[in-house]
């Protein structure tokens, strides 16, 4: 069974770090792409970074380009995110997104002193 | 960036009725590289449609969609009362992927 479970959430004040993690399992995770999307409380969804199945193509949107990095670890199935200078307006739950075809429950973070 | 706006942004209709949502693209879609999500409360998004007209596996398929270039369609052909939800699109045909805002679809 596919699974795709993020790690990592919680409360951190304006201008701290924070760093996400992903455990994939049930398929091939060196093969697949990957994406992180949040979605702030009552919000819609707003995609935050890409990464391809070798890790050699990175993609981010404006809104977190700079602060944010994306990495994997096909040795250990990871994603991770890396969020510095953390906003208030960072506030939300983050997907981890195999592909678009499978999603994970989500963590949330939450940006406030 | 491609700017995508879904209309109506509230859908209220009964079961067994027909819902059509659209989507439309601030500038052409690559290769209907356009897909639609449904979302429930406190579940995560789910996968309908990919490429702008396939459907994603186990997707029943009274859910189809239709479009390309800068418009875009998501139809159900007869509602089901699992099927109100939130439904999103997508925009993956360049570097930085876009979502619409949704469009909330509500039992009449």
């Known amino acids: 069974e596919v699974q795709v479970v993020e790690s990592g959430g919680g409360l951190v004040q304006p201008g701290g770090s924070l760093r996400l993690s992903c455990a994939a399992s049930?398929?091939?995770?060196?093969?697949?792409?990957m994406n992180w999307v949040r979605q702030a409380p009552g919000k819609g969804l707003e995609w935050v970074s890409y990464?391809?199945?070798?890790?050699?193509?990175?993609h981010y949107a404006d809104s977190v380009k700079g602060r944010f990095t994306i990495s994997r670890d096909n040795a250990k199935n990871s994603l991770h995110l890396q969020m510095n200078s953390l906003r208030a307006e960072d506030t939300a739950v983050y997907y981890c997104?195999?592909?678009?075809?499978?999603w994970g429950q989500g963590t949330l973070v939450t940006v406030s002193s | 960036e491609i700017v995508l706006t879904q209309s109506p942004g509230t859908l209220s209709l009964s079961p067994g009725e027909r819902a059509t949502l659209s989507c439309r693209a601030s500038?052409?879609?690559?290769?209907?590289?356009l897909a639609w999500y449904q979302q429930k409360p406190g579940q995560a998004p789910r996968l309908l449609i990919y490429g702008a007209s396939s459907r994603a596996t186990g997707i029943p398929d009274r859910f189809s969609g239709s479009g390309s270039g800068t418009d875009f369609t998501l139809t159900i052909s007869r509602l089901e009362p699992e099927d109100f939800a939130v439904y999103y699109c997508?925009?993956?045909?360049?570097?930085?992927?876009?979502f619409g805002q949704g469009t909330k679809l509500e039992i009449k």
């Open positions: 500038q052409s879609v690559s290769s209907s590289y």
């Open positions: 990464i391809s199945s070798s890790g050699s193509s990175i």
């Open positions: 049930g398929f091939t995770f060196s093969s697949y792409e």
């Open positions: 997104v195999r592909d678009f075809d499978y």
């Open positions: 997508q925009q993956y045909g360049t570097s930085t992927y876009t």
